[in-house]
């Protein structure tokens, strides 16, 4: 049985002490959800404080990038050092980062393996575009991100990851996959390309979540599905009323 995941991905929002206040508006509904696991990936400058509030309560934190480097001369860059001293995930290949920032199955690959090499649970973010998607790509374009961005990973650290399917059209849009599509696409393409890398055990026992536009009203219709597992939440994940019950339908 594969352990619900529910995972915040709070993007370039909150201060650190809008942080500590939205943390403590959630933390009590959050902690009364135990059969889930729950994670909160806030800004970087407010992972102190949020990780201060977040000790012994079995709340994950996770951070939204990271550099591979270990240290030295990459100026702006936090390395999975830095991150493993107060998270325990960490959010890779999100599509705004390869929209915005350059980044390629290549450099979500380094990433991948510098995150696990510190002992930091990627969630790896895959999903195709509106275009991809109309053109009939998205099962190639997963594969390839998948293929790619996993590359050179054993078993063992596969056993490790935790995948979200994205549809980069659905992100923020407001414009939710429908449950069976997003099981679907989990089903016949992500599931098996991660069988085809590491057998059919250790893809049976990774986590796929989905992400894009998940609200307290949608989230059952996602969490019924049998391929998936839980949720990367972008906008609801900063509004307790949201985020709280979002939680609350993975437990059922
Ligand atoms: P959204 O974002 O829930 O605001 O659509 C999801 C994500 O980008 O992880």
Same mark, same amino acid.
């Given at each position: ?16 002490? $809008?942080?500590? $206040? =939205?943390? $403590? ?6 902690? *009364? ?12 400058? *407010? ?18 990038? =990271? ?20 998270? $325990? ?27 696990? *090499? ?135």
């Amino acid at each position: 049985m594969r352990t619900p995941l529910v995972a915040g991905n709070w993007k370039m929002n909150k201060t650190a002490a $809008q942080a500590r $206040q =939205l943390v $403590q508006e959630m933390l009590p509904g959050l902690q *009364a959800v135990t059969t889930v696991e729950r994670v909160i990936c806030p800004p970087f400058p *407010a992972i102190w404080a949020v990780s201060e509030l977040l000790q012994g309560t079995g709340i994950g934190l996770g951070a939204q990038n =990271l550099y591979w480097e270990a240290s030295g001369a990459f100026t702006g860059e936090v390395s999975p050092g830095m991150v493993k001293e107060f998270c $325990q995930y960490v959010i890779l290949g999100h599509s705004e980062r390869r929209a915005y920032f350059g980044e390629t199955d290549v450099t979500v690959n380094r990433k991948v393996k510098a995150a696990l *090499a510190n002992e930091l649970i990627p969630i790896v973010c895959v999903g195709e575009t509106l275009t991809e998607n109309e053109a009939g790509q998205t099962a190639a374009v997963i594969e390839r991100q998948l293929r790619l961005g996993l590359q050179e990973l054993s078993p063992e650290q596969g056993q490790k990851l935790v995948i979200a399917y994205e549809p980069v059209w659905a992100i923020g849009t407001g414009r939710a996959a429908s449950g069976t599509g997003a099981n679907a696409v989990v089903a016949d393409c992500i599931r098996p390309t991660l069988a085809s890398l590491f057998g059919e055990a250790v893809a049976q026992s990774i986590r796929i979540l989905y992400g894009g536009s998940v609200t307290a009203a949608n989230a059952a219709e996602f969490f019924s599905q049998p391929e998936i597992d839980g949720a990367l939440v972008g906008g609801a994940s900063l509004k307790p009323a949201e985020f709280v019950p979002i939680t609350q339908a993975a437990a059922r």
